[in-house]
């Protein structure tokens, strides 16, 4: 019976990645190598032109930028969630359920409705301006947003939790008794944190940092939204090939490019960190 | 030689979420000397630990280490280290680096480092394991692992918090020899917290009974064994027949009982009087038991029923019952030379008695 329902969940949730994530990646994959028809999706004719295309200077800008903006929504989350995490972690488990709550119930409303309203906040008129100007702090309204800043404040507010909560998880489960321990051989408290918290918290920190680097790089919204026609990033790019210039074989190219290079990614970490120890050559 | 003390305890009193965890308590540790606080669980002896540690500090009181206020001394200064019960070893450090933290938060340099690190693995038998992560280790080595990365700091007093709880019970008996051993070669006071009495009795040079945040006894395994305090710490630590009674006559000198309708005069050491309740208690192994045929004079013997037989290897333990219900734990050793029989069967009428002096009248307590 146990057994029944396990095959049963596995197999529907393989099922389900199988349908809408492997098959939808190899329609990616073939479209990606056929050639570019203004009528129709694709022709059926091989080709690597969508690739080679990928190699022209203005792509390879806005990837270089869209990286750029990602690493610094991905640093900016880490520095902002981290403590937040740790901070959480440490109090009683009511507080922290309770704080978990507060942190999650802002996405309970559309992420674009949300970041609508940080278009009136951070506009020239906008109430961060209103508020900076009477406070004489400045004298003239800032212009943030439809720039970079206005983009990354709005990735980094929007992807906040993917960071936050894998390092919480992590930091959740944390052997106080390892903290006690270095504390009794004498290290002082960065001592600790360095040597002892964040590299047990790695997991976690990690696993937070792929979760927001990625979509940093593919929100597109956000980047339309908050950074008007200035600031393209590799989704809206993606979004631009697929809806503007209907030129899916190319927009599929860009998709697979960025699938490789994360799956890249991932793979550095995972031979760093899965190296297997040789138990015999100690004996 | 007079050990001179190396850590005073007085008047410690703590307190958590208005709960007392430690109440008056007053202690000493002499230098070189294996102290085990014993006591059940919840009883404040890991607390207590933990204010030696300085991972805690007390409500009130004052602990003095090597002649200082531990309240003045930095963690470098304390001179304290501590083993975990979990042994808490960085997971994802191998054993040298597990071994060479402490050294290291101290700033010493890398020579003396690899040579102290290299030293202690040899002392407790892990040359060779230097690059293994702890999860590679068996729960002995661990252990090991815990004490090399504690001793290596060079403690005047080593704290360990029921080091063996989650060791099987052959390893245990092996890591409690390895312990003391260790300790001798050391020549540092150890501050061992358990509840095993067996392991308190058979590894410390003085045992504390700690029971609900107070001292009850301090001595050696053999006071505390031999002549217990009140009758929890007499039952806390080994096993005792215990008979609740009224002393019939009392002098300065002895006392009158009657156990199961003979009277027996004992001595009075504890300024008994006529008429109070007390618990006279008896060991097992100093509780006698009699075939039928065996005695002729039964004037100071009372009778009873073999209930069970336990064959334990070097002793056999009796249940055997009295004509009123009690059930009495008896342990009788094989002895080659004195030739007696120690085949009892199950229903058989035997005598008892025990020799009188080797009980401990305590006074009663509900």
Redesign the interface.
Known sequence: MKHKFQYFSVGLITAWLCLFGLLSFLVMLTISFLQHDLDRIAVWHFTLQNYIDLFDPIFFKIFLKSFYIAFLVTAGCLLLGYPFAYIVSRLPEKVQNLALLLLLLPFWTSSVVRTYAMMSLLKTKGLLNAALLSMGLIHEPLQILFTNTAVSIGLIYNLLPFMILPIYVNLERFDVSLIEAAKDLGAKYTTIFRKVIIPLSMPGILGGCTLVFLPAMTLFFISDLLGGAKALLLGNLIEDQFLMANNWPRGAATSVLLTVLMAIGLLLYWSKTNKRVDYEAVT | MAQKNIIEIRNIFKSYAGQQILDNINLRVKDGEFLTLLGPSGCGKTTLLRLL???EQPTSGQIIINGKDAKTLS??ERHV??V???Y?????MNVFDNVA??LR??GAAMEEINQRVTEMLRMVRLS??E???PH?LSGGQQQRVAIA??VV?EPIVLLLDEPLSSLDYRLRKNMQIELKQLQRKLGIAFVFVTHDQEEALSMSDSIVVLQQGRVVQQGTPRDIYETPKNISVATFIGESNIFNLFIDEANDKNIKVTVQGIQYELENDGQFKRGDKIHLLIRPEDTRVYHRSEIDDISMMFPAVVNEVIYKGTTVDLIIKLPDGTLLSVTEFFDEDNGEDVTYVIGESVWVNWPIGWEVVLPYEA
Do not use: I, V, W
Request: glycine share 10%; proline share 7%.
């Open positions: 540690a300085g991972l963690p470098q280290n501590t975990f019960q979990s808490a070893l960085f997971p994802h933290f402490g938060c101290d060779g394991y690059k293994r992560k590679e990365r504690a700091k």
